[in-house]
C-alpha cells in the first residue's frame, strides 16, 4: 500500500505540473497521464476512487472525439470528485488535491467561455 501512495504522489505532482501550464501545454501528455491514473486509481479497491476513474474515462473518450463541452463537463466533475476524495485524503495529499480540483475546475470554465 506504501508504494501505491507514493505512486499515486508522484502521479499527483506529475499532473499538478502539466496542467499548471494550461490545457495546450498538457494535451501531449494527457492520453498518457489518463490511462496511468485510471490503472491506479482502479487498484486503490476503493469506490470513491473507482467513480474518478470512470469519469477519466468519460474524459479520454471526449477528448478522442474533440468534443469541447463534454470534455468541459467531465473536468467539472472531476473536479467535484477530486473535491470529495481529498477530504478523506491523507494529509500530504490533501492540498495537492484540492489544488487539482481547483485547476480541473478552472480548466472546465475556460472551455465554456
Request: a negative charge; hydrophobic letters at 35%.
Amino acid at each position: 500500500m506504501d508504494s501505491t501512495s507514493s505512486t499515486g504522489t508522484t502521479q499527483l505532482d506529475a499532473t499538478l505540473q502539466a496542467l499548471g501550464g494550461g490545457l495546450s501545454a498538457a494535451a501531449p501528455a494527457a492520453g498518457g497521464n489518463i490511462d496511468s491514473w485510471i490503472f491506479t486509481l482502479n487498484g486503490a479497491g476503493s469506490p470513491e476512487l473507482s467513480a474518478i476513474a470512470s469519469e477519466l474515462e468519460n474524459l479520454k473518450s471526449a477528448i478522442g472525439s474533440g468534443d469541447g463541452s463534454q470534455i468541459s463537463q467531465s473536468l467539472q466533475t472531476l473536479g467535484e470528485h477530486t473535491t470529495k476524495a481529498a477530504a478523506s485524503a491523507t494529509p500530504d495529499a490533501q492540498a495537492k488535491l484540492q489544488q487539482l480540483s481547483q485547476t480541473l475546475s478552472s480548466a472546465a470554465t475556460s472551455l465554456k467561455g
